[in-house]
């Protein structure tokens, strides 16, 4: 049965009122798995429910087929458990990247009772209630399907966050987010909060849920989720955020890494003078290997791809830090990179250090982004980035910061990785976010502060001898 319709939704934030004149709608999961297959063949699935025996007939017009012995040609998929649509939607992006990497990386199929042994799993070895949220954007409206530890997907449909309007928006929110003197950016991010938490809001109450794991279709993997906020508060400040190109796709066995090696590597200065100086590197690449106490740290000329392969050979690092300018530029013909001392490698070239021959790399952190927006190519490269390197998980930011706040963050981040409470990654960046907003983390007279943290900075650092570091702009654009 279709429910009734909820009342409008009005959020009311600072000298700005959202309001949400149309009501979220509700389908029968079956329905929106017909829809979301009229999406992937670009047509307009006829949907027939037979109202005595309950059962469904989907049909799927298919435009210019050729007439073989079908009159009017068309696809008849029977479909008996809601559940299945968890199974489509992850292999259909298992399927984009492995196109767009070129290589068939695995078999496995999830299902729905898959999906929820790995995070009642995940449950059991930290304590993390946790659920999956796919989202896919659709001409008539965003796709939300809540995969809980228990029970049957939750699908609910956002009539008024269709994708030309999410594209708009979204583009809104980048622009804004990157005005570090500003607020300009909550009205927007108020309005995606509604769009794509705010219907999902009464079922994770109930279900006592901290961690929210993304899986998202093109056009939203690059959504900065964490400055998303409801008028009081953060998203952050509720879960921890993780995401993930595809559940297929993704190594979600656990493994404390509090006694992690590291092996950070980067470079402050290149041969080539038309790159940037990176000043803090030498300061990060020390610091982290204070906080972690386990691990090699190598510097400059020694930061060659000959020199990971060596060390990846003589040593199973659990955690790669690479201290160094990283590329997903905005032209189509110029592909995803990371730039070493003397050369650039592309994404696909991190294989080549086989990471991924086991004990597996659990974490590898890029830590000088620069990600252009709108091109496709970088957002495939950018989520699934760890499947390219051949790593367990991967940390990297959604645009360039500069060098003092990126070393801000990723002092405070390995700070938290080892806290004796905090058990996954996602929810180390997420203290690690909290720090920043709440002021926990700043510079004070020349000294970066943070938990248990200071450290005296080089003068050619300090622009400023006091600075706040709470604007989203700083801490917001780094996911895992």
Same mark, same amino acid.
């Given at each position: 049965?279709?429910?009734?319709?909820?009342?409008?939704?009005?959020?009311?934030?600072?000298?700005?009122?959202?309001?949400?004149?149309?009501?979220?709608?509700?389908?029968?999961?079956?329905?929106?798995?017909?829809?979301?297959?009229?999406?992937?063949?670009?047509?307009?699935?006829?949907?027939?429910?037979?109202?005595?025996?309950?059962?469904?007939?989907?049909?799927?017009?298919?435009?210019?087929?050729?007439?073989?012995? #079908? &009159? $009017?040609?068309? !696809? %008849?998929?029977?479909?008996?458990?809601? *559940?299945?649509?968890?199974?489509? @939607?992850?292999?259909?992006?298992?399927?984009?990247?492995?196109?767009?990497?070129?290589?068939?990386?695995?078999?496995?199929?999830?299902?729905?009772?898959?999906?929820?042994?790995?995070?009642?799993?995940?449950?059991?070895?930290?304590?993390?209630?946790?659920?999956?949220?796919?989202?896919?954007?659709?001409?008539?409206?965003?796709?939300?399907?809540?995969?809980?530890?228990?029970?049957?997907?939750?699908?609910?449909?956002?009539?008024?966050?269709?994708?030309?309007?999410?594209?708009?928006?979204?583009?809104?929110?980048?622009?804004?987010?990157?005005?570090?003197?500003?607020?300009?950016?909550?009205?927007?991010?108020?309005?995606?909060?509604?769009?794509?938490?705010?219907?999902?809001?009464?079922? #994770? &109450? $109930?279900?006592? !849920? %901290?961690?929210?794991?993304?899986?998202? *279709?093109?056009?939203?993997?690059? @959504?900065?989720?964490?400055?998303?906020?409801?008028?009081?508060?953060?998203?952050?400040?509720?879960?921890?955020?993780?995401?993930?190109?595809?559940?297929?796709?993704?190594?979600?066995?656990?493994?404390?890494?509090?006694?992690?090696?590291?092996?950070?590597?980067?470079?402050?200065?290149f041969p080539n003078s038309t790159l940037a100086p990176l000043p803090a590197v030498?300061?990060?690449?020390?610091?982290?290997?204070?906080?972690?106490?386990?691990?090699?740290?190598?510097?400059?000329?020694?930061?060659?791809?000959?020199?990971?392969?060596?060390?990846?050979?003589?040593?199973?690092?659990?955690?790669?830090?690479?201290?160094?300018?990283?590329?997903?530029?905005?032209?189509?013909?110029?592909?995803?990179?990371?730039?070493?001392?003397?050369?650039?490698?592309?994404?696909?070239?991190?294989?080549?250090?086989?990471?991924?021959?086991?004990?597996?790399?659990?974490?590898?952190?890029?830590?000088?982004?620069?990600?252009?927006?709108?091109?496709?190519?970088?957002?495939?490269?950018?989520?699934?980035?760890?499947?390219?390197?051949?790593?367990?998980?991967?940390?990297?930011?959604?645009?360039?910061?500069?060098?003092?706040?990126?070393?801000?963050?990723?002092?405070?981040?390995?700070?938290?990785?080892?806290?004796?409470?905090?058990?996954?990654?996602?929810?180390?960046?997420?203290?690690?976010?909290?720090?920043?907003?709440?002021?926990?983390?700043?510079?004070?007279?020349?000294?970066?502060?943070?938990?248990?943290?200071?450290?005296?900075?080089?003068?050619?650092?300090?622009?400023?001898?006091?600075?706040?570091?709470?604007?989203?702009?700083?801490?917001?654009?780094?996911?895992?």
């Open positions: 049965p279709t429910p009734h319709p909820e009342t409008p939704t009005i959020v009311t934030s600072t000298g700005t009122t959202i309001v949400n004149p149309n009501p979220i709608s509700q389908r029968n999961p079956l329905e929106s798995l017909a829809h979301l297959v009229g999406d992937i063949l670009g047509v307009k699935p006829e949907i027939n429910l037979n109202q005595e025996t309950g059962n469904y007939t989907f049909i799927w017009p298919i435009p210019n087929a050729p007439n073989l012995t #079908l &009159n $009017a040609p068309y !696809i %008849n998929l029977p479909l008996n458990q809601p *559940d299945d649509i968890v199974t489509l @939607i992850d292999k259909k992006f298992e399927e984009q990247f492995e196109n767009y990497i070129g290589e068939d990386i695995t078999h496995k199929k999830v299902t729905t009772a898959s999906l929820r042994d790995n995070l009642k799993t995940i449950e059991k070895q930290t304590g993390q209630r946790t659920v999956v949220i796919y989202a896919l954007p659709l001409p008539d409206g965003l796709q939300l399907v809540l995969v809980p530890p228990e029970g049957s997907p939750i699908s609910k449909i956002v009539p008024e966050a269709d994708s030309k309007t999410l594209r708009r928006e979204l583009q809104k929110f980048y622009h804004t987010l990157n005005d570090y003197n500003s607020d300009s950016y909550l009205p927007i991010s108020q309005q995606l909060y509604q769009w794509f938490i705010a219907p999902l809001e009464t079922e #994770l &109450n $109930a279900l006592k !849920i %901290n961690t929210l794991i993304f899986s998202m *279709d093109g056009g939203l993997r690059m @959504i900065p989720l964490a400055a998303l906020h409801d008028g009081k508060q953060f998203l952050i400040e509720k879960y921890s955020i993780g995401s993930v190109p595809s559940i297929s796709l993704t190594d979600t066995s656990y493994q404390n890494i509090k006694e992690a090696k590291i092996l950070a590597m980067g470079a402050s200065e030498p300061i990060e690449l020390s610091t982290i290997l204070q906080k972690v106490g386990k691990g090699e740290s190598f510097l400059n000329e020694q930061f060659t791809i000959n020199n990971l392969q060596n060390q990846r050979s003589k040593t199973k690092f659990d955690i790669v830090h690479l201290s160094t300018h990283a590329s997903f530029p905005l032209d189509e013909n110029q592909s995803p990179y990371i730039q070493l001392w003397d050369t650039k490698i592309g994404l696909n070239e991190l294989r080549l250090v086989q990471w991924y021959a086991l004990p597996t790399v659990e974490l590898l952190v890029l830590s000088a982004c620069e990600t252009a927006v709108g091109n496709n190519n970088n957002e495939m490269g950018f989520a699934g980035l760890s499947v390219q390197a051949g790593v367990k998980s991967a940390m990297a930011s959604l645009w360039q910061m500069d060098d003092l706040g990126t070393l801000a963050l990723m002092t405070e981040f390995y700070q938290q990785l080892h806290t004796e409470k905090i058990s996954l990654k996602a929810e180390a960046l997420r203290q690690t976010q909290l720090a920043m907003l709440h002021s926990k983390v700043h510079i004070d007279s020349g000294k970066l502060i943070g938990t248990n943290t200071k450290v005296n900075l080089p003068k050619e650092l300090v622009t400023q001898k006091n600075r706040q570091l709470s604007h989203p702009y700083y801490w917001a654009g780094f996911t895992i």
